[in-house]
């Protein structure tokens, strides 16, 4: 009984484990494409481009505030927007840029589309340099 | 319209940002298939409303500058022209493409061609007309424009197009040649709606001392014989007019003071209904559109406020339409959760998939780690100055901001080299006249 136990426990901990390395992979490709400077001119990435909504994801999962304006620091939702956009969920969410002018719907699969196309599109560019 | 219609709302058009209260309305535009009035405003954004409170949508930039001066729909997306670009985006606000050109120089106008949505007729105050792939977003062709067109539209047979000075151009939609042309108006073309086979102008003509003023009737040219027919007399200046959708003799014509009336083209002189619209003083009417059910119209006001009419108890905007997509609700994650040290990050489950995961990283790459830390260049270490716990330099700027060195090969550079064989040692002792030993 006890080694099953034993092993149930070191099963969970390799889980987690796999669980963080997941999860860390997925944070630097997001670093990696998000608020480059060469970007900031670059067409796409202005508010009238195609990957304007990369950034308001950004904002939407890191920059959360509460109902008077304070920063919410709560790791539960980052991960759990992390997973969706990971499993690429056809969930769709509001994103709405800092002035609040700018407001689209759009899907976890859309979303995981898009980074994907420019997270290869800098592994291209790295390969060419 | 019927006699029962009134004003449902007027709601004012959201700023351009905190410190306007409103922006002025460029372009209305009801949806073909949603319950949604589009605006266009002058610093370029898009906005959607849906029906019947004309409660916001989503709302993008479509245009970096300039303002929209017209949108069209499409299956896939809205398309929206300003003076120097044209966009499309979806209803849900993701932009497609985005289209510039240094030959956009001052677009006002498109229209669908005879191949469906599929492409689209862009023109302007300038010299050059293009065909645009709605799909791909490129331009096909650029024709050269025979005029200045400010309005287009598309009717069964041809595409009308009005030009700065008052005439309506009638273009084939196929080869784009001029087909006729019918002088409408004295001075310019202020409004124009095509359905069908019939073709309505609102226009203004120069009076003396008062520059211009609109034209006491709007004139109607039948598209089948391509012969004018008697005008609509509308005392208080036609501004704006828009053909039923449903029925297809019936028109409402508008005043910029916010008159309306019902009209039908075949008999002109008998006037069905006038309605008057609550129109503050020295406020106009800027734009005016008939929704595609023929149960709603919608107009904005110089002041930046939408109105929307219609029957109280029956106003929807298209007779079929599909639902409309909203974000789903947030389902928070259980409980309160502690995050101490020894919380495992997959207490919060992922969702049930089915492709490959986003975090999947490409297995080719190969990445070398490890490598000696870079020194600090001893100019930088010169210069420095200490100021509490951190010290400064004036950046030597020999690097790219954040540049990777790559320490291992400059550290051992030449130190390694590949062995060589005897007579490769000999003919290198031969060819390097000091003869230098090499430690190898």
């Known amino acids: 009984d006890n080694t099953f136990h034993a092993e149930d426990t070191l099963y969970s901990m390799l889980m987690g484990e796999l669980e963080n390395g997941r999860l860390v992979r997925l944070m630097a490709k997001l670093g990696l494409i998000n608020e480059r400077p060469e970007y900031e001119h670059n067409e796409q990435w202005s508010e009238t481009g195609e990957r304007y909504y990369l950034k308001l994801f950004r904002d939407y999962v890191f920059h959360a505030v509460d109902e008077n304006g304070r920063p919410v620091v709560d790791l539960g939702h980052i991960i759990t927007c992390l997973n969706k956009l990971d499993a690429g969920s056809a969930e769709l969410i509001n994103l709405v840029s800092r002035d609040e002018q700018t407001s689209l719907i759009i899907s976890y699969k859309e979303l995981k589309k898009g980074i994907e196309t420019a997270f290869n599109e800098l592994v291209r560019g790295a390969a060419r340099r | 319209m019927e006699s029962d219609w009134e004003e449902v709302l007027m709601v004012p058009h959201p700023g351009q940002d905190a410190n306007h209260l409103t922006s002025r309305v460029t372009t209305l535009a009801f949806d073909t298939s949603q319950e949604l009035l589009w605006t266009g405003n002058h610093v370029g954004r898009v906005m959607s409303f849906i029906a019947p409170d004309l409660r916001k949508y989503t709302s993008f930039r479509a245009h970096p500058t300039g303002e929209v001066k017209q949108i069209l729909f499409t299956d896939k997306g809205v398309l929206s022209v ?278 999947a990283w490409p297995s080719h790459m190969i990445f070398e780690v490890g490598a000696p830390p870079p020194k600090l260049d001893p100019i930088l270490l010169a210069n420095l100055k200490r100021s509490d716990n951190v010290s400064y330099a004036p950046n030597p700027k020999k690097l790219h901001r954040n540049q990777i060195e790559r320490t291992r090969v400059v550290d051992k550079g030449s130190a390694i080299v590949a062995p060589k064989f005897l007579s490769e040692k000999a003919r290198e002792a031969a060819s390097s006249p000091n003869g230098e030993r090499r430690i190898s």
């Open chain 2, 82 to 359: 300003s003076p120097h670009s044209v966009h499309l985006a979806s209803r849900r606000g993701l932009t497609q493409w985005h289209m510039t050109d240094e030959k956009f120089i001052d677009l006002r106008c498109m229209s669908f061609t005879s191949r469906g949505t599929q492409e689209i007729l862009v023109a302007g105050f300038q010299d050059t007309m293009f065909r645009v792939d709605v799909e791909k977003g490129t331009i096909i062709q650029a024709l050269p424009a025979e005029d200045n067109y400010s309005i287009m539209k598309k009717g069964s047979q041809y595409i009308c197009a009005a030009n700065g000075s008052g005439a309506i151009h009638i273009l084939d939609p196929g080869t784009f040649k001029i087909v006729k042309v019918w002088q409408a108006h004295s001075s310019f073309v202020n409004d124009m709606d095509v359905k069908s086979d019939f073709v309505v102008t609102c226009g203004a003509s120069p009076r003396q001392q008062q520059g211009f003023m609109l034209d006491g009737l709007a004139n109607v040219y039948n598209l089948k014989t391509l012969l004018p027919l008697p005008p609509i007399p509308f005392q208080a200046g036609a501004a704006f007019v828009r053909m039923h959708p449903r029925m297809s003799t019936t028109s409402i014509v508008a005043s910029s003071t916010g008159q309306l009336q019902v009209v039908d083209i075949m008999n002109p002189n008998a006037v069905n209904l006038i309605k008057q619209a609550h129109v503050y003083d020295s406020t106009c009417l800027t734009s005016f559109e008939l929704a595609p059910s023929g149960d709603a119209l919608a107009f904005a006001n110089s002041l930046g406020y939408m109105h929307l009419w219609g029957s109280p108890s029956k106003i929807h905007f298209t007779e079929f339409s599909n639902p409309l997509v909203f974000a789903d609700q947030v389902i928070p994650p259980p409980g309160h959760m502690d995050w101490s040290q020894d919380t495992a990050l997959n207490t919060i489950g992922i969702p049930y998939y089915r492709d490959v995961l986003l975090s």
